[in-house]
């Protein structure tokens, strides 16, 4: 299938901002496609050429692609380098300057999708010597036999700036449509859940229809999207959502990872997939050598401990090991003890609809004990009295609170849900602040006096799950230290647009547009109605939404979750309902 008729609907996609409209669109696309093509389609419809679990990234410089779009157009690099400065988007210049080409090339071979796979893999494996300079031939040989269009968004997914809109529920939605119905709906995203790989979702689908959907298996090397908590603001009331019984675990104040295990290999995982095990390696080599049987995936809290005293330090102590680079000095100065709390495969057995007491019991045997891996803290409670006990003595411990866990037939572990099956209370619900946020960062202001010259706040979002769209919560410009001004731009500039995004709702208009990548832990007085912040707008008050007064940043970057895991706009009308008054 040729390149240009994907890009056509690209392009198509990225000029609505109706997210039926897109799912229309990709659906009368998707039941085009022989399988294989579809789930190449679908992974470069999100900018990609795997699933996010996998390693490998494209990450080419925009000036490596300004010099292929010079190579390929006829154009100079000054002139190109110029354009790019205006527009700020190397897609956009490439498309620019080859529609402006007057004459087309008199040698040149139908640019297929399984052409552009192959191309952009090469450049993706390429390394070693004259690594880059070989990067630029491989796109320029793209872009040669490229119209407009499909050099714009060649560009921008060898960049990381693909975003036409179209997230991974609207691909779901898409898939759905095409290939099933509303009713098959929640077992494709179920499938994409336990998988977190869409591309072989859709194949899969595209091939066998439904039936091969639902044989979809949680796998060791496929990560599971993460179960997740609903909170209350009292340990009365969540004693009550439980009935009067439930299991209690210390909320530990670390990295939380999601472990992939055989007896030749681990894998460690954020919540946001990324690959932590270099991060981890101690960690990972007791996982190892301490499973029983053959292969497992579990679930734990990474959190540093004093090397003499075995006592658990806060958060800001195990991010130390996020760095990408001396790492043998990371593992000896900071070390790090990891807390098991779940287990979700076996030796090849799915054990996820297993009861919760259940899977506790087939963790604790699964491995041989060992100092640097231990279960998490956890006690049967029947009282508020009990809870208000073991809640005490976990704050008295270091931790940031407890969850609540329900021990009913039915506390199954829902894969990339939110539930009252576990229940968050942390120590913050003692104060009138009802918890912190993570809010992604959609947008900046430039600074005045001492900030100057940098950015001097930013413009925060929540995520509406519902809409697929980020939706404006503050404008945040305390808690900054200088050396957090300083790094701003290299940690957001790489995400700047020269428009609002698609996926962003708001009536504040920032200096500059981010495409939501960052997500950054936010603190405030209280939340309050409105009028021009769009969380919620219209719920609570008609022409306002909610807004957070007096936020501060608490110096936390949550590198940790994707901005889809922000907190949702749904959280926040909770938080709302749960303040004091």
Known sequence: MLYSAIAAVFDRIEGTSSRLEMTSILSDLFGTLPPAVLRDVVYLSQGKLHPDFFPQKLGMSDKLVLRAISLTSGFSEDRTEKLWIKEGDPGTVAEMLIKEKKQMA????????????????????????????????????????????????????VTGRMRVGAGSMTVLDALASSFADKSGRPEIERA??????????????????????????????????????????????????????????????????????????????????????????????????????????????????????????????????????????????????????????????????????????????????????????????????????????????????????SVSDVSVYRAGSRGFLWIKYKKDYHSDMIDTFDLAVVGAFYGMGKRKGRYGALLMASYDPEMQSYVTVCKLGTGFDDAFLDSMPGLLDARKTDRRPNNVDSKMVPDVWFDPTVVLEVTGAELSLSPIHTAAAGVFKEDAGLGLRFPRFTGRVRDDKSPEESTSVAEIMEIYGMQKT
């Open 192 to 405: 994409f859940n336990v998988t977190c790989d869409m591309g072989l979702v859709a194949e899969t689908l595209a091939a066998g229809g439904m039936d091969a959907v639902r044989g979809i298996k949680v796998k060791v090397g496929n990560p599971i999207k993460v179960m997740l908590a609903e909170r209350l603001p009292s340990l009365a009331e969540v004693m009550g959502r439980m009935e009067g019984r439930c299991a209690m675990e210390y909320k530990y104040d670390g990295i939380r990872v999601q472990a992939h295990i055989t007896k030749d290999s681990v894998r460690l995982y954020s919540r946001r997939l990324e690959d932590l095990t270099d991060n981890f390696r101690d960690i990972a080599s007791l996982l190892k050598e301490s499973l029983k049987g053959t292969e497992a995936i579990v679930e734990g809290e990474c959190v540093s401990v004093d090397a003499k005293s075995g006592k658990m330090l806060p958060f800001q102590e195990v991010t130390h090991r996020r760095r990408k680079h001396g790492m043998e000095d990371a593992i000896k100065d900071y070390p790090v003890r990891i807390f098991l709390f779940d287990i979700l495969q076996r030796d090849g057995e799915d054990v996820t609809q297993m009861p919760y007491l259940k899977r506790r019991e087939m963790l604790a045997s699964a491995f041989s004990g060992t100092e640097g891996i231990q279960m998490s803290n956890m006690r049967i409670v029947s009282s508020v009295q009990e809870a208000d006990a073991f809640f005490t003595e976990a704050v008295s411990a270091g931790c940031e609170g407890i969850m609540a866990k």
């Open 106 to 157: 008199l040698f040149s071979e139908p640019l297929t999708v399984q052409r552009v796979m192959k191309g952009l893999l090469l450049i993706e494996e390429t390394d070693g010597k004259d690594s880059q300079e070989r990067k630029m031939k491989l796109l320029a040989n793209l872009l040669h036999d490229s119209g407009p269009i499909e050099s714009r968004y060649l560009c921008r997914i």
